[in-house]
């Protein structure tokens, strides 16, 4: 299943919308990435693979 998220300003953000915040753990983890790179992001209670 492929999800399509589009990284926004934090008063932009939006998860209903599909819009994450640049500030958020998220975020801060796929900035700078390009479609087919691995992304790492570490949560409060494991790591997330994107």
Do not use: Q, W
Not at 34 to 49: L, M, Q, T, Y
């Amino acid at each position: 299943m492929i999800v399509e998220y589009t990284l926004v300003a934090e008063n932009e953000a939006n998860l209903a919308l599909k819009k994450i915040s640049i500030d958020s753990p998220i975020g801060k983890g796929l900035v700078g990435k390009i479609v087919g790179d691995f992304a790492e992001v570490e949560g409060a209670c494991r790591k997330n693979h994107f």
